[in-house]
């Protein structure tokens, strides 16, 4: 009953083939759980290029279809959907042309058909986005900015443009490099937030957009870390982040500090976890926003440390300790 297969029938399966292959990342749901939306990154061996772009899946049908267009060169990537903007579908896009920006697209597509780019950029900001969160009307989003600056992203985009035309820097003080990347003195990334509003179909744009980090020396998220490290709550109104502060310890201390603030006042960001000088990470909100959950190291200064889970509690200011369910008043 089994048909056998000699070596000498088999082909071989190339490194070059392998890395040819589709490549799939950024799956989600669709709100109402019809559709699910991934990511497809595919590499051309011929000419050296590769594209990502957005494919969904009707989970009704079967069926699946192209939503943004095969480009050389461009990516298409992070798909999000937000409760305020139930008919679009929002995602991030780079190509050689433009930095990295926002874009959304409606969705599902009129008659589910995708002849033509049908994006529309929502963000044009002078520096790149690394990467976003939305939730309600509100985006939140990080990008390599420098401390002096002040929430002046004009005055970041220009120093970075100085630093890349010079072929040395100046070190004063560690931390010089982690792991393969060299850092830059008074510089690291910062996370800003904007609003949104829908204007006759289109989603806009409100005021500038604004840095949540200002003032505060940190890369936040810290280095060699996503969007993981910050959150919206539901309402888009709250944003909590893990940061690792850029001091003359950082070459040595490995805990980052996890905070909150109040969108709507624009207050101080408040530190959650002065309690610890451990490892703090991984931030999100209850659905009520009244809680914040995050990961903690117990040891500080390892990096592998075992992770457990802590419940701080906005509204007492107490915060609970899980799995021993340790209740402690944070100062």
């Not at 009953?1 to 392998?18: A, R, S, W």
């Not at 061996?45 to 192209?66: A, C, F, I, Q, V």
Request: glycine fraction near 4%; charged fraction near 25%; hydrophobic fraction near 35%.
């Amino acid at each position: 009953f089994l048909n056998y297969i000699t070596t000498d029938e088999l082909e071989p399966f190339t490194p070059i083939e392998m890395m040819s292959l589709e490549k799939f990342s950024s799956y989600i749901l669709s709100p109402n759980g019809d559709y699910m939306i991934l990511g497809v990154q595919k590499w051309n061996p011929e000419t050296g290029k590769s594209y990502s772009h957005l494919r969904y899946k009707d989970l009704k049908t079967n069926e699946t279809k192209t939503l943004t267009p095969k480009v050389e060169g461009q990516s298409d990537s992070s798909p999000q959907f937000s409760s305020a903007f139930p008919n679009y579908l929002f995602f991030q896009r780079s190509n050689s042309e433009i930095k990295s920006s926002i874009y959304y697209i409606q969705f599902p597509p009129e008659n589910n058909i995708i002849n033509d780019d049908l994006s529309i950029r929502l963000t044009d900001y002078v520096l790149p986005i690394v990467d976003y969160k939305i939730k309600s009307k509100t985006i939140a989003f990080n990008t390599d900015v420098y401390f002096q600056c002040n929430n002046n992203m004009n005055c970041s985009a220009n120093l970075i443009e100085k630093e890349k035309a010079q072929n040395y820097q100046v070190y004063n003080k560690l931390k010089m490099f982690h792991w393969d990347k060299w850092l830059v003195e008074g510089k690291g990334s910062h996370v800003f937030i904007q609003r949104l509003d829908l204007s006759e179909q289109t989603i806009v744009l409100k005021d500038d957009p604004k840095d949540v980090t200002v003032g505060m020396e940190i890369n936040c998220p810290p280095l060699f870390t996503d969007s993981s490290n910050y959150e919206l709550s539901n309402d888009g109104n709250m944003i909590a982040f893990s940061g690792h502060l850029r001091t003359r310890e950082e070459a040595w201390k490995t805990g980052f500090k996890t905070y909150y603030q109040n969108l709507l006042t624009m207050k101080k960001p408040v530190c959650i976890t002065n309690h610890t000088s451990a490892r703090t990470q991984n931030p999100v909100f209850s659905k009520d926003g009244t809680k914040i959950a995050y990961l903690a190291m117990k040891i500080p200064d390892l990096e592998s440390e075992i992770l457990h889970l802590e419940v701080y509690n906005i509204l007492t200011n107490k915060l609970t300790i899980i799995p021993n369910d340790e209740e402690l008043s944070i100062q």
